[in-house]
Nanobody, 126 residues
Framework: QVQLVESGGGSVQAGGSLRLSCAASAYWYGSYCMAWFRQAPGKEREGVAVIYTGTGVTYYADSVKGRFTISQDNAKNTLYLQMNSLNPADTAMYYC???????????????????WGQGTQVTASS
């Protein structure tokens, strides 16, 4: 079973930046979707950004467009999320996930993703 391990979370002031990393324990052959999700206390898990590894096409939630960037480093089996202009509404536990049988990556629906990391906390304070 391939594992995903997130890192890079922390606490920043509003307007600050963080870069999250998600390392996979092994290489997956073929094309699949890798995504970042977040979940704040008392709220549902929300899709933030997704990348289709076969083409590099990306999709973002409207709430993060223009501020967050998802990217991948295939040589390192690592997924990244660069987060700029953070604000308190971005405070949540962030998870990376993989959909190994992608059909509708653009929806960033957590029900489609079968492999999950343990999460890393991001806190942005005003």
């Amino acid at each position: 079973q391939v594992q995903l391990v997130e890192s890079g979370g922390g606490s920043v002031q509003a307007g600050g930046s963080l870069r999250l990393s998600c390392a996979a324990s092994a290489y997956w052959y073929g094309s699949y979707c890798m995504a970042w999700f977040r979940q704040a206390p008392g709220k549902e898990r929300e899709g933030v950004a997704v990348i289709y590894t076969g083409t590099g096409v990306t999709y973002y939630a409207d709430s993060v467009k223009g501020r967050f960037t998802i990217s991948q480093d295939n040589a390192k089996n690592t997924l990244y999320l660069q987060m700029n202009s953070l604000n308190p509404a971005d405070t949540a536990m962030y998870y990376c996930a993989a959909d190994l049988s992608p059909r509708r990556c653009y929806l960033i629906d957590p029900a489609d993703f079968g492999v999950w990391g343990q999460g890393t906390q991001v806190t942005a304070s005003s």
